[in-house]
Each structure stands twice: as structure tokens, then as C-alpha cells.
């Protein structure tokens, strides 16, 4: 009598189980960013555009920024230079920061760099930062959720500038 009633209960979940298809654990959610993250071959792009630099490296096989907190003058520039084969977008929780003309999200080549320009008029005021990995443009980019927030900063303007 209790196998007749096991039986068809044990059936149930394994079609539960295959109908709802496998479950990522945590160790692989955090490695599933599209295609294998490798190193550039040359050491550093060639078109640096200036500015206080954050670099975005490879260490343990896990793509991060070279600084967490990133402290730029009013009216200056915030480089992020990439140094793996992966485009990420790099967004900022607060756009009034930026002047117009700089994107948010940024999108950063891989292997290559591209900049932001900080408002001049702004006081000392910071604001988080995300990034995550894209294979297109950044323009439906959004911050990641759960254990894919590894990469991650505050940008921090500082002083006065002409804007």
C-alpha cells in the first residue's frame, strides 16, 4: 500500500523536476557572463582618453575594476580602460553627475576605452555604479541582481569647475 502511494509521488516530481528545467547554483550565476573572459593580448589599449583612469582587469578568472571608489574633479573625465576581451556597461545610479553628452550606461569595448565627463557645477557629491557584461549596445542595459553585483564602484565628483 505505501509503495503505490510513494511511487506516483516520486513520479510527480521527477516530471516536476524535468519540466522546470535545471537550477544554476550560485557558482554558476556568477560565471554567466556571455563566452569565456580572457586577458587583451597587448597590455593596454592605445586610445586612452584621459582623465582620472579606472582600469577593468582580470584576476581569478573574475572581471574587476581596478578602484571602488573613484574621486574625480568637477568638469573632468572618469576613463574606464578595459583590459579583458568582454564589452561592459558601466552605468551610474545617478546621471546628473554627467554632462549631457555623456551616455549612460557607457559602453566599454572590449580591450578598448571610453570616457565619461563629470558635471563642473556640481559640489562634492557621489553616486554608485554598475557594470555588466553585453555582447550589443548598452541602450536596455540594467543594473544586475544577486551574486552578478561583483563589479561594482561609487564615483565621486569633487569641487567646482566650469561646466
Known amino acids: 500500500m505505501r509503495s503505490r502511494v510513494i511511487f506516483p509521488l516520486c513520479l510527480t516530481g521527477l516530471l516536476l523536476a524535468c519540466a522546470s528545467g535545471p537550477r544554476a547554483t550560485p557558482a554558476e ?3 554567466s557572463d556571455p563566452g569565456p573572459v580572457q586577458p587583451c593580448s597587448s597590455s593596454t589599449p592605445t586610445d586612452t582618453e584621459g582623465g582620472t ?3 577593468i582587469t582580470l584576476l581569478d578568472d573574475k572581471v574587476h575594476f581596478s578602484s571602488d571608489l ?7 573625465k572618469v576613463t574606464f580602460v578595459s583590459q579583458v576581451n568582454q564589452a561592459r556597461c558601466v552605468g551610474l545610479s ?9 551616455p549612460n550606461p557607457l559602453l566599454v569595448p572590449a580591450c578598448g576605452s571610453a570616457s565619461w565627463r563629470v558635471r563642473g557645477k556640481d559640489l562634492t557629491k557621489s ?6 557584461p553585453t555582447k550589443g549596445d548598452c ?25
Not at 553616486?127 to 555588466?132: G, Q, T
Open 94 to 102: 545617478d546621471d546628473a553627475l554627467l554632462k549631457k553628452e555623456s
Open 127 to 132: 553616486s554608485p555604479w554598475w557594470s555588466s
Open 70 to 76: 573613484v574621486t574625480v574633479p568637477a568638469g573632468k
Open 53 to 55: 583612469v579606472v582600469n
Open 29 to 31: 550565476t556568477a560565471s
Open 139 to 163: 541602450s536596455d542595459a540594467k543594473p544586475p541582481q544577486g551574486i552578478k553585483e561583483t563589479i561594482n564602484g561609487t564615483l565621486e565628483v569633487t569641487g567646482r569647475g566650469e561646466d
